[in-house]
């Protein structure tokens, strides 16, 4: 079994986007308990005794992140990151299409929490019809008295807007969604300060994910406690995931946290197509270091994934079987990378081209076996280097491609090697004058 | 506000311990030990930093990953490692990186050998690139704009130009487009960048991607020889270094100082070195003869000024521009009252202050200084244009905004630049600067009385509408000076107290510095922007109709500039001396200036170029130094007195003009004994009280504020207020006509209109109109119309403003055509399309 | 204290003189032998080499005027102008002043081009660290070693001159010789 439905669990209801059918089904009552009989501070401790973790995907404590807003009287926002770029997520998409108010209570509950009274949802461009759905949600919990000045009459008021992005991946990056979110080029922004103290226009912030947000109406519901006992001790709780790939069944699935992998992939989702099998597997979207088929059997939670060296992320899985060539997918993961890289960081805005450059030679045959030590040093040198994750993002599962199919990389360089007139003489530089002008490095 | 004294504390790097000052980045702080943290993004004058470019990753102990130097506070134990494997692994991965798409065309470069990626790369790079794919490609290079070359190709996309554009000019043009690898510095819309200080992200440019134009391959770095001096373009006199080869100023860098000019340079300074060189240049002596200048030898061109001179006596008269140093003012002051017997000298351009008055605005318990901008709590730009009269306190006053939040208060007649910065704005009707102060005392009179008191509360009304101002508006800004704090320093234009009227201008704007700053109180008081570079040192030397060198009292009293000049014209004065001016175009007036310069017998000038009124009406030029040729002092407006030092050789027959000055005095019979520059500085510094004790060593390559000197007690005592001042005079009503303001724009000027580089810049009359003015006169953008009054009349170009008051209208001042100085007074003027 | 040459005189032991065969063959005979090495080179004919109607042979690597350098097949100078030359140089005899290309007047293939290149070698020492400096082979060392004149400035040479092939080809030294 799969354990406890908590989100999806009316979430094929017809209507269920409209706020008669939420409260039908006992919508807004957290946040008429939260607002009527609860503190702050008592929002904050469920919230710890939880054990939720963000759903976005560096898996932080959401308690301790809300707790590190200084209670200090200025103004303070909240930020729902609805920028859902990472390949093979779409479980926030769903979410917002169809439950919107769940994620407007979340917001609500959130911001109290919190102490913010002005907040936004930044919602990728590409999700024209789920903006246009919170849009219309939100209008109606305005009316409903659920967002606006003095909501339920407990004297706490809340502003919520969403924010259409235009379709950049670094607009995720929590500091690169408040620069955007503020109208400038969205870069990441060196850290400290963190959002938490200086975010949003200057003020203390706090970001998270949809699914996180949209979780904490149900926590409230059921107590803190009583959701820290689904799944495992540090991953508690459950969690949606999106199973994309050579799969037989992709989709969005509602998990508990700590179930075998095997049961996702196989059970849920049905496995890849028939004859075929799992070749490799992204276990937290495409920034994860892969596993591969021998790792199936490892549950999946937080830690698990993090001792098995990747991580949860997102929680999307991608799944690779043995028809696909390892090198397409890592020129593909690069060439994404490479031009959802902002430019800020030097390690990220050249070592991205560079990996796509390289692993273009691989692919056409111009390549050598050395160019694959040279890749994983590479890979090794953007790890860590970086402003922000988006360089890790892409070095990590490259690196671990290159670590666990470095046969395949091999044998792909000397068939497409076979192929090739032109190998061995590397590529045509169209510029020989300068070349001549160089010297050294 | 106080400024930031931070604790010391202790840290180690590399261990070795080393104090440094808390909070101070670790990236700066390594410098105090001996080690040195490479670094491309990072600049302190940049404010905050941005982390981009990753070069200066080390090692902190107890945190797990390499911490960037740049953005790293230093905290008390502290344990810093910069040699450790992990970090030269980090460091050479960085540069390789770096170089993947750097064409390394180093032999060609402009940078190369002055380049800080060359520099790191030899000295913490890996030597070797495993990189063997084809770079990134651009067009190149590329004009960024007429003085600006771009390479994009080089560009190492370190952020210093865009952050510079964005947050320290303000002008928000330069931005990064595209993403990832193929982004690239460029202007938002592709139209070249031209802005007042845009050469500055040369100087800050890392690599060869962004090069000056006139600079372009004309030296390298070990052609060429550096020379510390200042700019004489403006009363900023930022310190400079000349770049010279082969006697030629190929480049001028700055001079970083931050007591003056935190490292900026406006565009007029950094290239205007261009007009050193070109061939209209005076470089011979000339004297007419028969209606034509021809060069002839110094002996000829020195005896005739003696014979005429000497034969006009006390019945001559001597003005002296702000290019002139405090040498060449006293000795010019010494050949008129000491040689001739005549009292007429003069620096001021329109009016005489009394004595008394002068030593009130400029007494060091009231004198602000230039870094007080920074970290003032509040700070009141009044009647002058920073941008346009002194560049480098615009970029000062927008840090302090930005970094420091220093609450700013505008009021003005013309729309300012700093207004969108500003707390609190006011217009006010040209020429009404005397109205407002009125206005303001009042208003804060009204704050410090409490709310209500309704006789006094008329009586801002009333004088706000005398200013042509809005009350409110004045009550607003009054409100912003009297709640920010006691540092509050007001910034004045010197324009403020020219004119018939300037008297009283100046007691009410001492009445307002009274309620605002406490005199003695560091960091608050009065900042002057003279109308000429040395304008406060000229009057402190003795360049003054009523005062002697120090100030010192006169008999008799002289004739001020504009008297001088109606004199003139009335044929009762026979011989002018014009040191580094030219009446027609530097002065208001230019009718009357037209008629002296013809009725006067005798014209003698000092002038590098022949403007327009030397050229028709000189009798002798002696040919002026450019200012790299200088040899002397002069004085900030804060006070701040600073050395001028030769940079290249005088061409051709230019003699030192000290020289020149000195040498006609002997000749006349009043022998000065200044037989070099050093004497000339040695004789001000003993002339003038409060300069006492000075010496050209002392000053240094910094200068030094002689207000903080124990000599300061030697400036003559004055009256600081408060003041009863009778009512100002209204503001003339438009009525149907329009009122005429002028201005001086920082394009305008002689430099600008012979440089190569920078001619482009060369201002042209425009008459700045309100759109609803306009409207009412049926003219567009851009339309050609005619200025009149009384019988003047100057073409212009019709621009339309929203920002400019209604009823007015804003003409350029100081071009070399169709200047605003030809229309003739009375405030008023009419505009007809043509 | 008188002088008496007496006392510091010394006696020459002299060998008896030689009879008439051998006075004879000291007059004759000597001379004959060192007369053998003349006559047996007179054979061989003369060896002197008339300069300057015929020059000395230097070496390939005999450092020479300096010449620059054009490309051959676009005909466009090797030099960018990039002083590095004159930087290296230890008698400050290089001077360099660089211009930029146009599309219009392109010189070199670079961005920039020497405008103004000028070897002073009245001053130069032929130390060939020019050549060793110069990243695009435009400048080596010739084999010229004729460059006196009755004018000093007419020892800077200019670019046009060092552009130019010299007037006579200096003879190279072969293989072995």
């Given at each position: 079994m799969t354990g406890p439905t908590i989100l999806f669990e009316d979430i094929d209801e017809r209507g269920l986007n409209t706020i008669d059918v939420y409260r039908r089904r006992g919508g807004y009552e957290s946040l008429r308990k939260v607002l009527t009989t609860m503190q702050p501070s008592e929002v904050v401790d469920e919230l710890m005794a939880s054990g939720l973790r963000g759903r976005g995907g560096a898996g932080f404590p959401s308690g301790r992140k809300i707790s590190f807003i200084p209670k200090v009287d200025v103004d303070k926002y909240l930020v729902c990151n609805a920028d859902e770029s990472e390949p093979g997520t779409f479980k926030d998409r769903e979410l917002m299409q169809k439950s919107p108010h769940m994620l407007i209570e979340g917001i609500v509950i959130g911001a109290f929490a919190a102490g913010a009274t002005k907040s936004f949802i930044y919602i990728r461009g590409e999700y024209v019809e789920q903006a246009d759905i919170i849009d219309a949600a939100i209008v109606e919990a305005r009316e409903a008295g659920f967002l606006g000045e003095n909501i339920l009459g407990s004297g706490f008021g809340l502003t919520l807007h969403l924010h259409r992005g235009a379709g950049a991946y670094i607009c995720g990056e929590e500091t690169g969604l408040l620069d955007s979110l503020e109208g400038k080029r969205g870069n990441p922004r060196l850290k400290p300060p963190f959002p938490a103290n200086q975010g949003l226009y200057q003020g203390p912030t706090v970001i998270n994910n949809v699914e996180t947000l949209a979780t904490m109406p149900h926590i409230i519901k059921m107590g803190g406690a009583e959701y820290a006992k689904i799944g495992t001790e540090t991953s508690a709780g459950t969690k949606l995931v999106s199973v994309s790939g050579n799969v037989q069944r992709p989709g969005n699935y509602e998990i508990e946290l700590g179930i075998s992998s095997r049961e996702i992939i196989y059970g849920l989702?049905?496995?890849?197509?028939?004859?075929?099998?799992?070749?490799?597997?992204?276990?937290?979207?495409?920034?994860?270091?892969?596993?591969?088929?021998?790792?199936?059997?490892?549950?999946?939670?937080?830690?698990?994934?993090?001792?098995?060296?990747?991580?949860?992320?997102?929680?999307?899985?991608?799944?690779?079987?043995?028809?696909?060539?390892?090198?397409?997918?890592?020129?593909?993961?690069?060439?994404?990378?490479?031009?959802?890289?902002?430019?800020?960081?030097?390690?990220?805005?050249?070592?991205?081209?560079?990996?796509?450059?390289?692993?273009?030679?691989?692919?056409?045959?111009?390549?050598?076996?050395?160019?694959?030590?040279?890749?994983?040093?590479?890979?090794?040198?953007?790890?860590?280097?970086?402003?922000?994750?988006?360089?890790?993002?892409?070095?990590?599962?490259?690196?671990?491609?290159?670590?666990?199919?470095?046969?395949?990389?091999?044998?792909?360089?000397?068939?497409?090697?076979?192929?090739?007139?032109?190998?061995?003489?590397?590529?045509?530089?169209?510029?020989?004058?300068l070349v001549q002008g160089a010297s050294g490095a | 506000m106080p400024r930031p004294a931070p604790d010391t504390i202790a840290f180690t790097v590399d261990g070795l311990e080393v104090n440094a000052p808390a909070g101070m980045m670790l990236a700066d702080a390594a410098k105090l030990g001996d080690v040195e943290i490479p670094v491309f993004c990072y600049e302190p004058k940049l404010g905050e930093p941005v982390g981009a470019c990753r070069m200066?990753?080390?090692?902190?102990?107890?945190?797990?990953?390499?911490?960037?130097?740049?953005?790293?506070?230093?905290?008390?134990?502290?344990?810093?490692?910069?040699?450790?494997?992990?970090v030269k692994e980090a460091q050479e991965a960085v540069l390789e990186f770096l170089l993947i798409n750097h064409p390394l065309d180093c032999p060609v470069c402009d940078k190369g050998g002055e380049c800080p990626l060359q520099d790191i790369t030899y000295g913490w790079g890996p030597g070797r690139s495993r990189f063997i794919e084809p770079k990134r490609h651009f067009v190149k290079p590329l004009a960024l704009s007429p003085l600006i070359a771009i390479d994009r190709e080089r560009c190492i996309l370190c952020y210093r130009c865009v952050r510079f554009s964005q947050e320290i000019s303000e002008d928000y043009q330069l931005v990064l487009q595209e993403r990832g690898a193929d982004s690239y510095v460029s202007t938002f819309d592709g139209h070249p960048y031209v802005a007042p200080f845009s050469g500055n992200i040369i100087e800050l440019c890392p690599v060869g991607a962004l090069t000056s134009q006139p600079y372009r391959f004309r030296a390298r770095p070990w052609?060429?020889?550096?020379?510390?001096?200042?700019?004489?373009?403006?009363?900023?006199?930022?310190?400079?270094?000349?770049?010279?080869?082969?006697?030629?100023?190929?480049?001028?860098?700055?001079?970083?100082?931050?007591?003056?000019?935190?490292?900026?340079?406006?565009?007029?300074?950094?290239?205007?070195?261009?007009?050193?060189?070109?061939?209209?240049?005076?470089?011979?002596?000339?004297?007419?003869?028969?209606?034509?200048?021809?060069?002839?030898?110094?002996?000829?061109?020195?005896?005739?000024?003696?014979?005429?001179?000497?034969?006009?006596?006390?019945?001559?008269?001597?003005?002296?521009?702000?290019?002139?140093?405090?040498?060449?003012?006293?000795?010019?002051?010494?050949?008129?009252?000491?040689?001739?017997?005549?009292?007429?000298?003069?620096?001021?351009?329109?009016?005489?202050?009394?004595?008394?008055?002068?030593?009130?605005?400029?007494?060091?318990?009231?004198?602000?200084?230039?870094?007080?901008?920074?970290?003032?709590?509040?700070?009141?730009?009044?009647?002058?244009?920073?941008?346009?009269?002194?560049?480098?306190?615009?970029?000062?006053?927008?840090?302090?905004?930005?970094?420091?939040?220093?609450?700013?208060?505008?009021?003005?007649?013309?729309?300012?630049?700093?207004?969108?910065?500003?707390?609190?704005?006011?217009?006010?009707?040209?020429?009404?600067?005397?109205?407002?102060?009125?206005?303001?005392?009042?208003a804060l009179g009204e704050s410090d009385a409490g709310p209500g008191s309704a006789t006094r509360k008329g009586v801002v009304e009333e004088l706000a509408e005398a200013a042509g101002a809005d009350a409110d508006a004045v009550r607003a800004l009054a409100a912003v000076l009297a709640d920010a704090g006691e540092d509050v320093v007001i910034v004045y234009g010197e324009r403020l107290t020219h004119g018939a009227r300037g008297e009283d201008a100046a007691r009410a704007l001492l009445n307002v510095c009274g309620r605002v700053a406490e005199a003695g109180h560091d960091g608050a008081g009065l900042l002057e922007v003279p109308a000429g570079t040395n304008g406060r040192g000229l009057r402190e030397v003795g360049v003054l109709p009523n005062a002697a060198p120090g100030l010192a009292p006169v008999s008799p009293v002289g004739l001020a500039s504009a008297e001088l000049g109606a004199s003139a014209a009335a044929g009762a004065i026979s011989a002018l001396y014009l040191l580094h001016v030219d009446p027609l175009r530097d002065l208001p007036g230019r009718a009357t200036w037209r008629a002296a310069l013809q009725r006067a017998d005798h014209v003698i000038a000092h002038a590098d170029f022949l403007s327009e009124g030397l050229w028709e009406y000189a009798t002798i030029v002696f040919p002026a130094e450019s200012y790299a040729e200088k040899e002397g002092t002069i004085t900030h407006p804060d006070g701040r007195v600073q050395?001028?030092?030769?940079?290249?050789?005088?061409?051709?027959?230019?003699?030192?003009?000290?020289?020149?000055?000195?040498?006609?005095?002997?000749?006349?019979?009043?022998?000065?004994?200044?037989?070099?520059?050093?004497?000339?500085?040695?004789?001000?510094?003993?002339?003038?009280?409060?300069?006492?004790?000075?010496?050209?060593?002392?000053?240094?390559?910094?200068?030094?504020?002689?207000?903080?000197?124990?000599?300061?007690?030697?400036?003559?005592?004055?009256?600081?207020?408060?003041?009863?001042?009778?009512?100002?005079?209204h503001a003339p009503t438009p009525n149907g006509a329009l009122r005429l303001g002028t201005f001086r724009s920082i394009?305008?000027?002689?430099?600008?209109?012979?440089?190569?580089?920078?001619?482009?810049?060369?201002?042209?009359?425009?008459?700045?109109?309100?759109?609803?003015?306009?409207?009412?006169?049926?003219?567009?953008?851009?339309?050609?119309?005619?200025?009149?009054?009384?019988?003047?009349?100057?073409?212009?170009?019709?621009?339309?403003?929203?920002?400019?008051?209604?009823?007015?209208?804003?003409?350029?001042?100081?071009?070399?055509?169709?200047?605003?100085?030809?229309?003739?007074?009375?405030?008023?003027?009419?505009?007809?399309?043509? | 204290m008188s002088w008496t040459p007496g006392d510091e005189m010394l006696v020459v032991q002299r060998a008896s003189p030689p009879g008439a065969?051998?006075?004879?063959?000291?007059?004759?005979?000597?001379?004959?032998?060192?007369?053998?090495?003349?006559?047996?080179?007179?054979?061989?004919?003369?060896?002197?080499?008339?300069?300057?109607?015929?020059?000395?042979?230097?070496?390939?690597?005999?450092?020479?005027?300096?010449?620059?350098?054009?490309?051959e097949d676009t005909g466009l100078e090797k030099c960018v102008g990039c002083s590095l030359c004159a930087a290296a140089c230890p008698a400050d005899c290089i001077r360099v002043v660089a211009a930029e290309n146009t599309p219009e007047n392109r010189v070199s293939a670079g961005e920039r081009y020497a405008a103004v290149y000028e070897i002073n070698l009245a001053r130069c020492i032929f130390c060939g660290y020019c050549e060793v400096a110069c990243p695009f082979d435009a400048i080596t060392m010739g084999h010229d070693y004729e460059m006196s004149a009755y004018n000093r400035t007419d020892l800077i040479f200019t670019k046009e001159m060092l552009l130019d092939e010299p007037l006579e080809r200096t003879p190279l030294r072969g293989e072995g010789e």
């Open positions: 989702a049905g496995g890849p197509p028939e004859g075929r099998a799992v070749k490799m597997w992204f276990p937290g979207g495409s920034s994860s270091p892969v596993l591969t088929g021998d790792d199936l059997d490892i549950a999946y939670d937080f830690n698990t994934l993090a001792q098995a060296k990747s991580m949860l992320g997102s929680g999307a899985i991608i799944v690779v079987d043995d028809s696909v060539p390892v090198v397409s997918v890592a020129l593909k993961l690069a060439k994404f990378y490479k031009h959802e890289s902002c430019g800020k960081c030097t390690p990220c805005r050249e070592g991205t081209r560079w990996t796509v450059s390289m692993l273009e030679r691989v692919d056409q045959g111009l390549a050598t076996p050395m160019d694959l030590d040279i890749m994983a040093s590479v890979q090794e040198q953007i790890i860590g280097n970086c402003l922000c994750v988006l360089g890790d993002a892409m070095a990590m599962p490259i690196g671990s491609m290159v670590a666990k199919f470095r046969d395949e990389f091999e044998a792909h360089i000397e068939a497409a090697r076979a192929r090739n007139p032109w190998a061995g003489e590397g590529p045509p530089d169209p510029d020989p004058v | 200066c990753l080390v090692e902190i102990e107890g945190i797990p990953k390499l911490q960037t130097a740049c953005s790293t506070p230093v905290r008390d134990g502290m344990a810093v490692n910069t040699q450790t494997a992990r052609d060429i020889e550096g020379s510390g001096s200042v700019c004489l373009g403006c009363p900023g006199q930022c310190n400079v270094e000349y770049t010279v080869r082969d006697e030629r100023v190929l480049r001028v860098l700055s001079r970083q100082h931050d007591g003056v000019d935190d490292g900026w340079l406006c565009d007029r300074g950094r290239f205007g070195y261009q007009s050193f060189h070109v061939d209209e240049r005076v470089t011979h002596p000339l004297v007419r003869v028969d209606g034509e200048l021809i060069p002839v030898a110094w002996d000829r061109a020195l005896d005739e000024a003696a014979a005429a001179l000497g034969g006009a006596g006390s019945d001559s008269g001597a003005l002296a521009g702000g290019k002139t140093t405090n040498e060449e003012g006293w000795l010019l002051q010494e050949l008129f009252r000491g040689a001739l017997g005549s009292p007429n000298v003069d620096s001021r351009a329109d009016g005489m202050l009394p004595r008394e008055l002068h030593a009130a605005l400029h007494a060091p318990a009231l004198q602000a200084t230039v870094p007080d901008l920074e970290f003032a709590h509040a700070v009141l730009v009044l009647d002058c244009e920073p941008v346009d009269d002194q560049p480098s306190l615009d970029l000062r006053i927008r840090k302090g905004v930005r970094r420091n939040g220093v609450k700013l208060a505008v009021a003005s007649s013309r729309p300012s630049s700093l207004d969108a910065n500003a707390a609190a704005v006011v217009r006010y009707a040209p020429g009404a600067g005397e109205a407002f102060c009125a206005a303001l005392n009042g050395r001028l030092r030769p940079a290249i050789a005088r061409p051709d027959a230019v003699r030192a003009e000290w020289n020149v000055i000195a040498d006609l005095s002997k000749r006349l019979g009043h022998d000065v004994s200044v037989l070099s520059g050093a004497m000339a500085s040695a004789r001000v510094f003993e002339a003038i009280p409060f300069y006492a004790g000075l010496t050209l060593d002392e000053l240094g390559g910094r200068g030094l504020r002689w207000p903080a000197r124990p000599a300061a007690a030697g400036w003559p005592a004055a009256d600081t207020g408060p003041f009863g001042l009778e009512t100002p005079p394009w305008a000027a002689q430099e600008v209109e012979v440089a190569p580089a920078l001619k482009f810049l060369r201002q042209r009359q425009r008459a700045e109109l309100h759109p609803v003015d306009a409207e009412r006169m049926g003219l567009a953008h851009g339309d050609r119309v005619t200025v009149g009054s009384n019988g003047s009349r100057v073409q212009a170009t019709v621009v339309l403003r929203s920002g400019v008051p209604e009823g007015s209208v804003f003409l350029e001042a100081g071009i070399a055509e169709e200047s605003a100085s030809e229309l003739d007074g009375g405030g008023l003027v009419e505009v007809s399309p043509q | 065969a051998g006075g004879t063959y000291r007059a004759f005979g000597e001379t004959l032998r060192g007369l053998k090495t003349t006559m047996s080179r007179l054979v061989e004919g003369p060896k002197t080499i008339s300069y300057p109607e015929e020059k000395v042979p230097v070496y390939p690597r005999f450092r020479g005027r300096h010449r620059l350098h054009r490309f």
